[in-house]
């Protein structure tokens, strides 16, 4: 991504989500709250691309699976989350350059388990359908 990129980004209310792990290698992972559980982004760069050129599928289940979790955290107010579930459905091809966003969803919420979905976009077109469900870790919270 370049600078003019990022810029854009953050006048748009984007911030980036600080993480030295997994993320740190495909992120940046950007966050914009919003009324519910936020909206979370990557923007899809070279280093993402497939053998036939499009955004490689583990990374936009790797958007997926972070941003599901991170809504589950917001919403359950638990320190931690882990993933006991995720289906995921690919409908479109998503292109190297476009910001791939995700739009979690709680869909219910137990004392132990959080079960929520998201649609990714790229350019306004849905690429992913994801769902998840979520165990949140005793003592946490």
Known sequence: ????????????????????????????????????????AIAA???????????????????ADRSLGMAARQGSGASAVVTIQMDTHFIDAAKIGELLISTPRIVRSTRTLIFLNTELTADGRCVVMASGVFKIMKGAG
């Not at 991504?1 to 990022?6: E, I, L, N, P």
């Open 45 to 63: 760069q070279p280093k993402h691309k497939n053998r036939r050129g499009f955004v490689q599928g583990g990374l936009l289940m790797t958007l």
């Open 1 to 40: 991504m370049t600078d003019a990129g990022a810029r854009k980004l953050a006048k748009d209310g984007w911030t980036i989500v600080e993480d030295d792990g997994f993320l740190n290698l495909v992120g940046p992972l950007w966050h914009r709250p919003n009324d519910a559980t936020g909206e979370y």
